[in-house]
């Protein structure tokens, strides 16, 4: 079957790559896996033998009968759950208290995938997601410079970059190399110890990131004093700040 372009499909035919994700993931028998788009089930059959229960989600129709006879003996046994629906329209609560995200994800959704599950109330433990590799080095801060995503991650979690995927890895073959990005630890305990809000404290990321080029003060209209009382200093921009200075200035910040 071709895989739809509108769809963002690539379908990733590298066994070394799947055997990484799978082991990134770190799974056992108790565990529950979110798959998000399985395609043609390559990555789906290594977690299913990894003993855990996988629930996956795909939007496109047309590969849902493929699947359930690939897999015919796993939905039997309940050990995989297919789910047709849009990623973005599901509600979290229906996969369960404690579950992974493991997947080979749309490039143009990886912002929207992200933020929808590391900020709900039922995110997962842990994340692991092939993206395209300029994405994972900056929500990693390769170049030592942070983003407004890779806060964004940082905020919830602790982003790795494991390994690149060259694009020969998939089918057919993307214009740009991939990597897989592991997201461990994630949960909200940084902006509830803080006694910040999701909201105010994106809100207040955005507006200091909104003309890089620009000084933080003069984004966020405050004064030096105030960056003082956060550590940062007066002629700083945003990308030399940590999570820890934007929770600061979240406190300070009406």
């Not at 059959?45 to 690939?70: F, N």
């Not at 983003?147 to 060259?166: N, Q």
């Not at 003069?218 to 929770?247: D, Y």
Request: aromatic content about 6%; hydrophobic content about 45%.
């Amino acid at each position: 079957m071709f895989a739809k372009k509108s769809l963002g499909q690539n379908w990733l035919i590298s066994q070394s790559a799947i055997d990484t994700i799978v082991a990134t993931g770190e799974l056992g028998a108790t565990d529950t896996v979110l798959e998000i788009g399985p395609g043609q089930g390559a990555l789906t059959k290594k977690l299913l033998a990894t003993g855990a229960t996988v629930i996956a989600i795909e939007k496109d129709r047309e590969l849902i009968p493929i699947l359930e006879e690939k897999f015919a003996p796993e939905i039997k046994n309940k050990k995989l759950t297919i789910i047709e629906q849009d990623v973005l329209e599901l509600d979290s609560k229906t996969i369960g208290s404690e579950y992974k995200l493991i997947a080979n994800i749309p490039y143009y959704l990886t912002g929207q995938i992200i933020r929808k599950f590391l900020s709900s109330k039922n995110s997962p433990t842990k994340a692991v997601l092939l993206v395209q590799k300029e994405v994972a080095e900056r929500i990693v801060a390769k170049d030592g410079k942070n983003s407004l995503l890779s806060i964004a991650v940082k905020i919830f979690g602790e982003p790795k970059y494991i390994k690149k995927v060259p694009a020969g890895a998939f089918r057919p073959i993307p214009k740009v190399d991939s990597a897989i990005l592991l997201i461990d630890n994630i949960n909200q305990n940084k902006l509830k110890s803080a006694g910040v809000s999701e909201e105010k404290f994106f809100a207040i990321l955005h507006r200091g990131f909104a003309q890089k080029r620009k000084l933080l003060a003069s984004n966020l209209k405050i004064s030096p004093t105030v960056l003082a009382l956060c550590g940062v200093e007066e002629k700083a921009r945003a990308e030399t700040l940590t999570v820890e200075n934007w929770l600061c200035l979240a406190t300070k910040i009406s």
